[in-house]
């Protein structure tokens, strides 16, 4: 089986991947077409809730062009459960071995959590140069990106953890970083509200400040 990364499907779309909580199955289609309409097509949907393999599945169905993942995956073998959900990818908040071996047998684009120069080594043996930056308002934001891209010039990141719309575009602007993640795309109180209207907006004015640079 021939693996793809997540910088490869994330393609030319918005370098911007929501972490979606969603608690309700039924709002997978709504929530996906309130993003997809605004130009936000990554969807990271978590397996902190209940409902996460449903909500993967359900939205692979109705939006066949969306890039949706799995988020907080955090045990070797529901890696091979997001594949049979349907996810396109998988991100976990952290690395080990056994995850990632997991991630290689089936080949599904992988995307761990990294923080510190060991971790960071430690990924790149297992043969996994994208990594997820988390928390990275605590680990040292984008003066610890800056230190790391000299070092490791053949490792990309995805920051996540007090990103907003006031510095994603700091972070965007590192050459190690590919895209950056959050709740802020699509918050967890206006998913539970069913505000489409709201999170279709929020996400726009997301897109817009990426694509003003
Ligand atoms: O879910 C996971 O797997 C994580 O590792 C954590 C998330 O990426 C952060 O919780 C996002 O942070 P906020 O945007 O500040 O809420």
């Known amino acids: 089986m021939t693996k793809t990364t997540l910088s490869a499907l994330i393609g030319k779309a918005a370098p911007l991947i929501p972490v979606l909580h969603v608690e309700n199955a039924d709002h997978a289609e709504p929530l996906a077409e309130a993003l997809v309409s605004a130009g936000i097509v990554t ?18 169905k109705a939006f066949p062009q969306a890039i949706v993942g799995a988020g907080t995956v955090t045990k070797p073998e529901q890696l091979a459960q997001v594949r049979d959900a349907g996810a396109l990818f998988a991100v976990s908040p952290a690395l080990t071995e056994r995850m990632a071996e997991a991630a290689a047998k ?20 297992l043969g996994l140069h994208e990594l997820k ?81």
Request: with cysteine.
């Open 133 to 213: 930056f988390f928390p990275a308002d605590i680990m040292g934001g984008i003066g610890a990106l800056k230190h790391y891209l000299p070092l490791f010039p053949d490792v990309s990141f995805c920051p996540t953890g007090g990103i907003s719309d006031a510095n994603v575009m700091t972070y965007l602007d590192l050459d190690n970083v590919f895209t950056a993640g959050g709740a802020w795309l699509a918050p967890r109180d206006l998913i539970e509200a069913a505000d489409w209207t709201q999170l279709h907006a929020r996400a726009k004015a997301s897109v817009a400040v990426v694509a003003k640079g």
């Open 43 to 60: 969807l990271e949907v978590t397996l902190r809730t209940a409902a996460g393999l449903e909500v993967i599945s359900r939205m692979r």
């Open 106 to 125: 089936i080949a599904i684009p992988f995307l761990p959590g990294a923080v510190t120069p060991t971790e960071i080594l430690t990924a790149r043996e």
